[in-house]
């Protein structure tokens, strides 16, 4: 069966490109499929509104989700990673340390520059 972007509340911007706001908090998901592969662009605040947003884009896609790209660390972008199992995650450049813990190269301080 095949579903339209707006049939599931996501945004169609251009062929195989859309996203989705989220609810509760200011969070926009992207979505790009090609003809082998689909990408996630940030996974929502929790399990379950990962889980939601895999269904989402795999019926949008009509294959699995193989990458998300996560753009910063908050809870609100990152969560929902934990549904995507067997997918490969991308971080940005620095942004890999979770809060709190050393930030690479620097000897202390956390991702965002705290110390």
Do not use: K, Y
């Not at 399990?47 to 990458?67: N, S």
Request: charged share 15%; with cysteine; proline share 4%.
């Amino acid at each position: 069966m095949t579903v339209t972007w707006e049939e599931l509340g996501w945004e169609r911007l251009a062929e195989g490109v859309g996203r989705c706001r989220l609810p509760v908090w200011d969070c926009t998901v992207g979505l790009i499929t090609g003809t082998g592969s689909a990408l996630l662009v940030d996974a929502g605040s929790s399990l379950a509104e990962g889980a939601l947003l895999r269904g989402q884009a795999e019926a949008i896609a009509g294959r699995r989700v193989r990458l998300v790209a996560l753009t910063h660390p908050h809870f609100d972008h990152v969560f929902g990673a934990a549904a995507f199992a067997g997918a490969t995650v991308l971080v940005a450049a620095g942004e890999g340390a979770s809060p709190g813990a050393p930030a690479p190269g620097t000897g202390g301080g956390n991702a965002h520059g705290n110390a």
